[in-house]
């Protein structure tokens, strides 16, 4: 196999372990794809590598359910760096005023990446959300959301906002979308992260 294939396959490797490990509670391995400095942007916490980690342990504890699915990966690599973007779902469990309720988001993970002694290690992890929507568990219970709350969060994670919020998170307002300037200047610090610039956000 050729180097940049090794490189492609160790790419995916961590993205996939990232997913199963944090998933599983397996907190030890899952904090191996982190650099030192890495950071986690998500609806609900943005911070280090380390913080996410303990709040993700907590919450496990306590029962917040929260499970990530992972479709196909597209890796651009240059050298000792990398932006992966890897189709996702994100899927919580959660009482919304009363009534047990799943949402799902689509979107992708986009992923700041640089090699560092032979080893592949997340720098910064930045979800795209592109859209979302929220069942009742069961089908025949009545849920009338607030839809005063539901729209002040983009159209792409509005679902999973309500969800968060009802539960105390302070949710992020301006997470990039599929279209718009949040992810316009996700891609340019992408392409500037690629060219060997320092990171941006």
């Not at 396959?9 to 997913?19: G, Q, S, T």
């Not at 996410?52 to 342990?57: D, E, G, H, L, Q």
């Not at 992966?84 to 990446?113: H, P, S, W």
């Not at 592949?120 to 005063?148: G, S, T």
């Amino acid at each position: 196999m050729t180097e940049e294939l090794i490189d492609r396959l160790a790419i995916r490797d961590l993205v996939e372990n990232w997913a199963v490990w944090r998933d599983a509670a397996d907190w030890e391995r899952f904090r191996t794809v982190w650099a030192p400095e890495g950071r986690m942007m998500a609806t609900w916490f943005q911070g280090t590598g380390d913080e996410f980690i303990a709040v993700s342990k907590r919450g496990f504890e306590n029962g917040v359910n929260i499970l990530h699915f992972l479709g196909g990966t597209s890796i651009d690599l240059a050298g000792n760096r990398a932006i992966a973007q890897t189709k996702m779902t994100i899927n919580q469990r959660a009482e919304v005023d009363g009534v047990l309720c799943d949402v799902v988001c689509t979107g992708r993970f986009y992923d700041f990446i640089e090699k560092r002694d032979g080893k592949w290690l997340v720098v910064l992890r930045q979800p795209i959300y592109e859209k979302d929507r929220l069942d009742p568990v069961d089908p025949a219970a009545e849920l009338k959301l607030d839809r005063e709350l539901l729209e002040r969060f983009p159209v792409g994670y509005r679902h999973l906002a309500y969800l968060q919020t009802k539960l105390g998170f302070n949710v992020k307002p301006d997470m990039p979308g599929l279209v718009g300037a949040e992810v316009t200047a996700l891609y340019q610090d992408g392409a500037d992260w690629l060219s060997g610039k320092p990171l941006a956000r």
